[in-house]
């Protein structure tokens, strides 16, 4: 068994390297698109934030974002390149399976998706707050700072309403908040304004208290009123980008917890949800199509292999783009817009792994 074991940490080396190499050529071509396109920004913000608030955490965002894209480049090229130089031949002439060939890259696609799990469900939403808020700032303000109607459920048969509500004073006006129990109104409370303070604690101004017991209605009024709600900004202002500066669990905390209120606007972060865990898998999926596809020698050369190997990966993004308009759009669910890539190119993958592996 002890050749086996050499070849397969010489295969995960290739691949690992290969995948690394990747990411600093893609990246280091990328920042100089990105200097180029926010030049002006850049040159009015302070040097320490453009690099620690923006780049630092700008790097790790678009490597783990286009990760099924360096996988399966790394795959192929380095497969490739084994091949052209007859090593894989030599390795199969020794009696190993084309199934056995396949570990090596397996425990690699392993190491890839759970290194990509940790970074988009732990890691990168924290450092993408720096990132945001940098953006916001010099490049273009996408934070929502106003809501007009919202509306939203507090709690099981607590309804609460603010005509409008402006972030940047934290103050909302024309403010309700209404008591049901059995489909029936139990109490009604109405506030000229209603200020944030910290989670869950807001300040009501100008209030009125109605509480109907049975056929008697009993009205409290006051100026100034402290009390809990169990709501904040963050539950009915959502830009665009919100989705991305949570980490998975506080993800799927969120959008149970939106989904009892009746919130509908929050098919980004359900497709964020999804994505994340999708794009662990599709390192598996690639790999297999990436070393199916170039395992054997060909007469065109790697450079055929390299340039389907490109076709095929950006083809993977595309698909995954545009399905996830189809959930937005609301034709079909986050979970299944973001696993459909998955299953079409999983069946490509087994076709093309019993085509290498028989021919």
């Known amino acids: 068994m002890r050749f086996p074991i050499i070849l397969d940490k010489y295969i995960i080396r290739k691949f690992l390297g290969t995948y690394v190499f990747a990411i600093v050529l893609i990246l280091a071509i990328t920042v100089m698109f990105d200097i180029n396109e926010k030049l002006d920004a850049f040159l009015k913000a302070p040097l320490k934030e453009t690099i620690f608030d923006y780049f630092v955490n700008f790097l790790p965002y678009f490597a783990n974002q286009f990760s099924p894209l360096f996988t399966f480049i790394a795959v192929i090229f380095f497969t490739s390149k084994l091949a052209d130089n007859s090593e894989i031949i030599a390795m199969l002439s020794t009696g190993m399976s084309y199934r056995r ?213 950006f083809s993977y993004i595309l698909f995954m783009t545009v399905t996830s308009t189809f959930a937005v759009s609301g034709y079909t669910s986050p979970m299944v817009a973001m696993w459909i890539p998955n299953i079409l190119y999983a069946i490509i993958a087994v076709l093309l792994y019993r085509k290498a592996s028989t021919g």
């Open 101 to 313: 060939l396949l570990v090596p890259y397996m425990v690699s696609a392993a190491v890839i998706a759970a290194a990509t799990f940790v970074l988009s469900s732990y890691i990168i939403p924290p450092a993408n707050v720096k990132r945001i808020a940098y953006q916001n700032t010099y490049v273009r303000n996408k934070a929502v700072t106003y809501g007009s109607n919202i509306q939203l459920q507090v709690s099981p048969g607590v309804i609460a309403y603010m005509s409008r509500y402006d972030n940047l004073a934290k103050t909302g006006y024309r403010f309700s908040l209404e008591t049901f129990k059995d489909k029936k109104l139990v109490s009604r409370l109405t506030a000229q304004t209603i200020h944030y303070d910290t989670l869950y604690n807001w300040t009501v101004r100008d209030y009125m208290i109605r509480d109907l017991k049975g056929s008697r209605e009993v009205i409290t009024r006051g100026t100034r009123l402290d009390t809990v709600i169990a709501i904040e900004p963050r539950d009915f202002l959502i830009a665009a980008n919100d989705q991305e500066m949570l980490t998975t669990p506080a993800l799927d905390e969120y959008i149970t917890r939106q989904k009892e209120r009746g919130v509908a606007n929050i098919k980004s972060f359900e497709i964020e949800y999804h994505r994340r865990f999708a794009i662990t898998a599709a390192a598996f999926i690639l790999t297999v199509i990436g070393m199916s596809l170039s395992s054997r020698k060909v007469k065109g050369g790697m450079g055929i292999n390299i340039g389907i190997g490109l076709v095929l990966s």
